[in-house]
C-alpha cells in the first residue's frame, strides 16, 4: 500500500481545482461568444430586412390603399388611448414644475418647463412606447400568426410578396402615422398643462401661454418629429421582425409579441439619447 | 393525358439543424397524372411538396419543373415557374382578414391588371361554381366556415389563376369521410377539367386510392416505392404492407 505525501495530494488538488476554473472560464467565454454572435446574427437579419423593405419602395404608389388603410388602423385607433395620455402627462408635468419650482421660480415659467419637456421628450418618447405596446405587439402577433397558419406561405405561392403587401404599408404607416400623433400629443399635453396652471394654480392663461413662448423654438419641434419618425419605424420593424421569428404556437406568438414590445422600448431610449446627443 | 416527366426531385436532401428529414428523395412526377405521396406524420412529406413549389431550398440535389432547376434561384426565376402552380395548405391559409371573394380575386387582381371589378366577380362566381359552392358565399369571412369549407376554398383560391399544377398538402386531414370524399372528387376533377399535375400529400388510404395514378412511399427521407393504386395494394414490401394496413408492427413480405 502506497501512501501519498501530503504535499503532492494538496498540490494535485489545486490542479485539478484550477484545471475546473480554467474549463468553467472557458465555458462562459463561449457561452458569451456565442450569445455575442447571435446577437450581432439579429442585427444583421434587422438590417437586410429594413433593406429589403426599402428595396421594394416604389411599389407603394401601386397600392397606395394598402398604406392608407394601415395609416388609419394605427393612427386613428391609437388616437383615444393617446389623448387621454398625454392629456395627463401635460397635467403631471404642469403639477410637477410648480412644486419643484416653488419658492424661487416664478409662475411665468410653468408655461416654458411643459413645453420644453413635452416637445423636446415626453411626446415623441412617451407616445412611442406606448405605441410600442400597441401597435409593435399587435403587428408581431398578426405576422407570428400568418406564419403559423402558413399565409405567409400562400402569399409567397400566389407571387404575393408578403414585404411588399404586409411589411412596406407598415412601414411607411409607422414614418407617417407616429409623427402625426406626436404633434396632437404635443399639442394635448400643453392644453393638459394649461387646465392645471389655470384651474388647479391659479395662473392666469396669458401667463401660462407667454411662459409657452418665451423659449419655444421650431428646431425642438422638427427633432421631435424626426424622433417620432424613427420610432415609428423602430416600433414596425421590431414588430415584423419579431413576427417573422414567431415560434410555434399560441406561446411563440405571445413571446413574439413580447420581445418586441420590449426590444421597441430598449431601441426607442437608446436611439433617443443618441439623437440627443447628436441634435443638441 | 399522362406525359413525360413535369417535376423531378434527384437526389433531393433537406436537414432542419440536426434532424436530417429528406435524405436522398428521387422521385418523377408525369404530365397530367395524379401523384400521391404517403408516408408517416413528420416524416417529410409536406417539406417535399414546398420543394416543389420553391418555398424551401434543398441542401443537396435538384428540383426541376418542366426541365428547369427552380432549387438554384441563381439560374432561374422562381417566380415564373410559381405563377403555373397552385397550392392547398393542410390548414387551407385562407387570409383571415378577407372574405371569400377578396380570398379569392386578391391575386387575380394583383396579377391580371387589365380585368375590372365585374370581371373579378365573374371570375369568383365561376370558380366558386367549379367546387360547388353557391356565389353567395363570397361575402362570407374564413371564421364563418367549416373545415370542409375552408379546405373547398383554399382551393378555389389556388385555382383561380388557372395553374398547371396544383399541389395539396394533406387535403382530408381533420375531415369526416363524406367531406373527404367531397374533396377527393375536386381533385380528380381539377385533374379532368383543368388538366392539372396534381401532387397530393397525404396518408389516408381512402383517398390515395381514389385519387392517385401512382402511388409514392417516403421513408426515412428516401422513395422507397412506386406504383399505381393496383400495384400498391399488391406489393410485397413489408414497409408498404404496414403503412397501407395500418399496422404498428412491421409484416413480413408477402409470398
Known amino acids: ?280 | 393525358m399522362i406525359g413525360e416527366p413535369l417535376i423531378e426531385l434527384r437526389h433531393l436532401q433537406k436537414s432542419f439543424g440536426a434532424q436530417k428529414v429528406l435524405r436522398d428523395v428521387n422521385l418523377e412526377i408525369l404530365r397530367g397524372e395524379t401523384m400521391v405521396i404517403i408516408g408517416t406524420s413528420g416524416g417529410g412529406k409536406s417539406v417535399i411538396l414546398k420543394h416543389c413549389i420553391g418555398l424551401l431550398q434543398p441542401d443537396g440535389g435538384e428540383v426541376i419543373v418542366d426541365g428547369k432547376v427552380i432549387s438554384d434561384s441563381r439560374r432561374v426565376d422562381v417566380k415564373t415557374i410559381r405563377k403555373r402552380m397552385g397550392m392547398l395548405f393542410q390548414g387551407a391559409a385562407l387570409f383571415d382578414s378577407m372574405n371569400v371573394g377578396e380570398n379569392i380575386k386578391f391575386a387575380v387582381r394583383e396579377h391580371e391588371k387589365h380585368l375590372t371589378e365585374p370581371d373579378l366577380d365573374r371570375i369568383v362566381a365561376e370558380t366558386l361554381h367549379m367546387i360547388n359552392l353557391n356565389p353567395d358565399f363570397r361575402f362570407k369571412m374564413p371564421s364563418e366556415l367549416s373545415g370542409g369549407m375552408k379546405k373547398r376554398l383554399g382551393l378555389a383560391r389556388a385555382i383561380a389563376l388557372k395553374p398547371e399544377i396544383l399541389l395539396y398538402d394533406e387535403p382530408t386531414t381533420g375531415l369526416d369521410p363524406i367531406t373527404s370524399d367531397v374533396i377527393n372528387d375536386l381533385i380528380i376533377d381539377m385533374q379532368n377539367k383543368l388538366g392539372a399535375t396534381n401532387i397530393v400529400v397525404t396518408h389516408d388510404m381512402v383517398s390515395a386510392y381514389k385519387i392517385a395514378d401512382r402511388i409514392a412511399m417516403l421513408l426515412d427521407g428516401r422513395i422507397i416505392f412506386v406504383g399505381t393504386p393496383d400495384e400498391t395494394r399488391a406489393t410485397t414490401n413489408p414497409y408498404v404492407r404496414q403503412f397501407i394496413k395500418g399496422q404498428r408492427k412491421l409484416l413480413p413480405e408477402a409470398d
Open chain 1, 1 to 280: 500500500m502506497t501512501v501519498s505525501e501530503p504535499g503532492k495530494a494538496s498540490e494535485s488538488a489545486w490542479v485539478h481545482f484550477l484545471d475546473a476554473l480554467g474549463g468553467a472560464f472557458l465555458r462562459l467565454l463561449f457561452l458569451l461568444g456565442e450569445a455575442v454572435a447571435s446577437k450581432i446574427a439579429k442585427i444583421g437579419d434587422v438590417v437586410i430586412l429594413v433593406l429589403q423593405i426599402a428595396r421594394r419602395a416604389p411599389y407603394f404608389f401601386r397600392n397606395p390603399s394598402l398604406t392608407l388603410e394601415q395609416i388609419i388602423r394605427i393612427g386613428v385607433t391609437s388616437l383615444p388611448l393617446i389623448l387621454v395620455i398625454s392629456f395627463f402627462i401635460g397635467a403631471v408635468a404642469a403639477l410637477q414644475a410648480e412644486y419643484q419650482f416653488r419658492g424661487f421660480v416664478p409662475s411665468n415659467y410653468l408655461g416654458t418647463a411643459v413645453c420644453k419637456l413635452v416637445i423636446i421628450e415626453s411626446g415623441p418618447v412617451l407616445t412611442a412606447l406606448v405605441l410600442a405596446g400597441r401597435v409593435g405587439s399587435a403587428i408581431a402577433a398578426q405576422i407570428g400568426t400568418m406564419k403559423e397558419k402558413e399565409e405567409l406561405d400562400a402569399m409567397t405561392v400566389l407571387d404575393l410578396d408578403p414585404l411588399r403587401y404586409l411589411a412596406l404599408p407598415r412601414l411607411l404607416s409607422g414614418l407617417v402615422a407616429f409623427p402625426l400623433l406626436v404633434i396632437i400629443a404635443d399639442f394635448l399635453s400643453l392644453v393638459g398643462g394649461w387646465i392645471i396652471t389655470t384651474l388647479v394654480l391659479n395662473v392666469t392663461t396669458a401667463t401660462y401661454v407667454s411662459g409657452l413662448r418665451f423659449l419655444f423654438q421650431g428646431y425642438d419641434v422638427m427633432i421631435s418629429l424626426v424622433k417620432a419618425m424613427v420610432f415609428g419605424g423602430i416600433v414596425v420593424i421590431m414588430g415584423y421582425y419579431h413576427g417573422l421569428s414567431a415560434g410555434p404556437g399560441a406561446k411563440g406568438v405571445g413571446q413574439s409579441s413580447m420581445k418586441s414590445v420590449v426590444s421597441s422600448c430598449m431601441l426607442i431610449l437608446i436611439v433617443d439619447f443618441l439623437i440627443v446627443y447628436i441634435a443638441y
